[in-house]
């Protein structure tokens, strides 16, 4: 068995005990006050408080300095830890681990002026106030940033924004105070010199939403994917986040710890449905024996276990070469694990339903939810195709093995 850092088991632990004791029996609290229309639920704004006490904050964040609350985590340590938050739709935001706000922190960790830091980083941190990230617009193919079209123009001391976007998740939430922006400061720029990112106030004249997306006929109180425009939305320039023309590699550098960590969270709820799907299937019979006597049974279980080990030690790759080698140079092994993860989440989701027959397909058991979450997951974050391409062309750019032509005969 591949053991992780001690330091990493002692915090999943932990966690692990909080996440128990107090996170997990009031779940059914917290969807009773979400259902009754609170944005964030009053027992998760408790829970935050506790945890933050103990210790058990921003550890997603590798990156913090010792003035900023929480406890900093390697990408592999956290590895251990996500999994357990991933555990409830909700479990991460007790923790203040949740996206797009840690991706969001890191970005302006990386490239934040110190007043950005104070005005937008620090309330963050302090779990305060919310974010958002624009980057998708319903008008262009937005897997590929270049097509883009929302202009950012420069007018004296300020830029003046122009576009419309959807699927900033968490933008019109009640807690969100500013969105991170990305359009196009001059197009007539290489590629991948065209965009800047822009720190919005939610509040900003100009900026309207049109109505919340509902995924898959769902709209959640919690996570919201809205649809919005900006019509000459001005902003200070001392918002513009890093240089202009430096919003593509930004975006990456945002994006690699993200998708990382949708995985990890992902690889935690997996176990949850493989826990009961075991469960079920020892609970009930048909045709005079047990569900999981049955060969198909064991082979959905089966798989499900096999992909689901192989899909983790995959991620933990991936999170040790962030944290040695970095985003860059880990490109492939992120876009691995996000195509591997997203169609094993997808396929254990699919096999619960199954298992759990009418119930699988209601909001009795997370099996519903997640097959969603997972068949969104394909999309968000690149879809599948985008991150095969990624593979492939670096593949091809590897030569790994000498004297390939010995294994070659002439016809
Ligand atoms: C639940 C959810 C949350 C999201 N949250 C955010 C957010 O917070 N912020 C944000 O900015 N966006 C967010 N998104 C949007 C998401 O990032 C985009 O949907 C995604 O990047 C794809 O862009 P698109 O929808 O414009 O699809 P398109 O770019 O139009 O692509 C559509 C399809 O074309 C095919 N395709 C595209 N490129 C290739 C290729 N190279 N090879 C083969 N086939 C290809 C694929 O099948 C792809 O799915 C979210 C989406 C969802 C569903």
Partial sequence: MFD??????????????FFNARVLPNNRLWREQM???QAVPDIER??????????????????????????????L?????????????????VFNCHAPDVPNM??????????????????????????????????????????????????????????????????????????????????????????????????SQGLSFKRDLPVF????????????????????????????GAGFAMGQARLGPARLHHCMRAIGECEVLISLMVKRSAERSTFGKRIDEYGATQEAISLSRIELDQCRLLVQQAAHLLDVVGNKVARKQ??????AVSRVYQAIADRAIQLYGARGVTNDTPAARAFGKARAFRIYDGPDEVHLQT?????????????????LDEE
Avoid at 78 to 92: D, K, Q
Avoid at 223 to 241: G, I, K, Q, W
Avoid at 391 to 407: H, K, N, P, S, T
């Fill in 106 to 203: 890191e970005l302006l960790q990386l490239f934040a002026t110190p007043e950005q830091r104070t005005q937008w980083l620090e309330p963050l941190l302090d779990g305060s106030s919310g974010s958002a990230f624009a980057m998708t617009e319903p008008d262009v193919a937005s897997s590929d940033p270049a097509n883009l079209q929302t202009s950012i123009v420069r007018d004296g001391d300020e830029y003046v924004i122009n576009g419309r976007k959807w699927f900033a998740s968490n933008a019109s939430h009640t807690n969100c105070e500013f969105l991170i922006v990305v359009g196009v400061t001059d197009s007539d720029a290489p590629k991948s010199k065209r965009q800047s990112m822009v720190i919005v106030p939610r509040a």
């Fill in 46 to 75: 408790e829970l935050r408080e506790d945890a933050r006490e103990l210790g058990l904050w921003n550890m997603a964040l590798p990156r913090l300095t010792d003035d900023e609350p929480g406890t900093r985590l390697s990408n």
């Fill in 334 to 339: 992120i876009s691995m694990i996000k195509v």
């Fill in 35 to 37: 259902r009754a229309g």
């Fill in 217 to 244: 006929d769902h709209v959640s109180p919690t996570s919201t994917h809205p649809e919005f425009s900006m019509e000459n939305v001005r902003v200070p320039a001392e918002n513009l986040l890093g240089e202009e």
């Fill in 77 to 93: 340590e956290f590895t251990a830890v996500a999994e357990v938050l991933g555990r409830l739709e909700w479990g991460s935001r």
């Fill in 391 to 407: 593979i492939a062309r670096l593949e091809a750019g590897e030569q790994v093995l000498d004297g390939l032509e010995y294994y």
């Fill in 4 to 17: 992780l850092p001690p330091r990493a088991l002692e915090m999943r632990d932990q966690v692990n005990a």
